[in-house]
């Protein structure tokens, strides 16, 4: 099992298969588009902080003084019981776990900015901690930067690797970190976040409420693990709350280069929802257009049967047929196809 966690500081595009009788499509358009990447925590400051500096707590000071010395300075070696009418700043200098004074000031570790409580706080690993806040310090540059190579190989370092290695100890699989020092997980942070059913990370850039993600946040996943050795990215921006995907929210997925998808989602609990328009030009011109619908994550889609009344091919492999597309006298041109595989839309490892 996980240790406590410890706070620092695919769906592929829909792919159109061969198949419709009427028109071979050339390509598909997007739902509407969100705003531009909000750059979170701009006028934050980003500057390392360690936190956890405690002043120790002084056991109390034993001895006595009687007599006179009520009015002088004590004997070191009196013991017992303080008597008479001894002024309480009489207590002796010598006496074991006592701070007056200055000695106070010196034993306060100075603060610096950025935080880090749980595990590696209470062991007291400086270095390691220092390491890991250089790591998220890189990733939040990254990924306000929508950089994915840089940030493959921050993941891919020994840095990086060290990082996972961490977050692999804890019972939530993640390591977070908060640029301006809160310890108590609010505010504006960067998560690093690993997974029991795959060797793969992903993070997260945004609003944090008590460690849990809620607000709004970038959930990024970029790997050069692939066949061909491209880079594959999956990224999602939008409304977080009870730590998940809720709300409105826009998927990127890009491979090699390539946009593959690029639309706005309704989502719950990181599934999809909700009606979506397609576009599409046949071969020879026509401007086509349909609309499919996802509940729950997986699609409504058309029976064999109905495709078969509207004079469509259906395909021998498995399939799915999500939409009729129409021209702009309401025939039925094209049908939209997609492979089983794509059966599930969502927010990558919230499905």
């Known amino acids: 099992m996980r240790k406590r966690s410890w ?112 595990t590696q706080a209470e062991t007291g690993a400086q270095p390691e901690r220092e390491d890991y806040r250089e790591v998220m310090e890189a990733a939040r540059k990254a990924i306000e930067a929508d950089d994915a190579d840089a940030l493959d190989r921050l993941q891919e370092s020994e840095e990086g690797k060290a990082l996972a290695r961490a977050a692999e100890a804890e019972e939530s699989g993640s390591v ?79 491979s090699g280069g390539t946009v593959e998808a690029d639309q706005e989602y309704k989502v719950k609990n990181g599934l999809f929802y909700g009606t979506y328009e397609i576009r599409d030009t046949l071969e020879d011109g026509t401007e086509v257009s349909g609309s499919y619908k996802l509940k729950k994550g997986k699609y409504e889609t058309i029976p064999d049967a109905e495709l078969e009344a509207s004079h469509f091919e259906v395909p021998d492999g498995p399939h799915l047929a999500i939409a009729f597309l129409y021209d702009e006298f309401g025939t039925a041109r094209s049908c939209k196809f997609i492979g089983a595989a794509d059966a599930t839309k969502g927010v990558k490892h919230f499905y």
């Open 7 to 118: 706070i620092l500081g695919l769906a592929a595009a829909l792919a159109v298969l061969p198949g419709c009788a009427l028109g071979q499509p050339q390509g598909s358009g997007v739902a509407e588009e969100i705003g531009a990447r909000p750059q979170a925590g701009d006028n934050e400051s980003w500057e390392a902080r360690e936190s956890g500096a405690e002043t120790k707590a002084q056991p109390e000071a034993q001895g006595s003084v009687t007599g006179t010395q009520a009015g002088t300075e004590a004997a070191p070696e009196a013991q017992g019981s303080v008597t008479g009418g001894q002024a309480e700043d009489d207590v002796q200098p010598e006496a074991q776990g006592s701070v007056t004074g200055g000695q106070a000031e010196d034993d306060v570790q100075p603060e610096a900015q950025g935080s880090m409580t749980g």
């Open 176 to 254: 977070l970190y908060f640029p301006d020092g809160n310890e108590d997980g609010d505010g504006t942070g960067v998560g690093f976040y690993t997974f029991d059913e795959c060797d793969c990370v992903q993070w997260y850039y945004g609003d944090y409420a008590q460690g849990k993600r809620e607000g709004r946040g970038i959930w990024y996943y970029v790997s050069s693990q692939t066949e061909d050795g491209s880079l594959y990215q999956e990224v999602y921006e939008g409304d977080w709350k009870g730590d998940a995907p809720n709300g409105k929210g826009r998927q990127q997925i890009r």
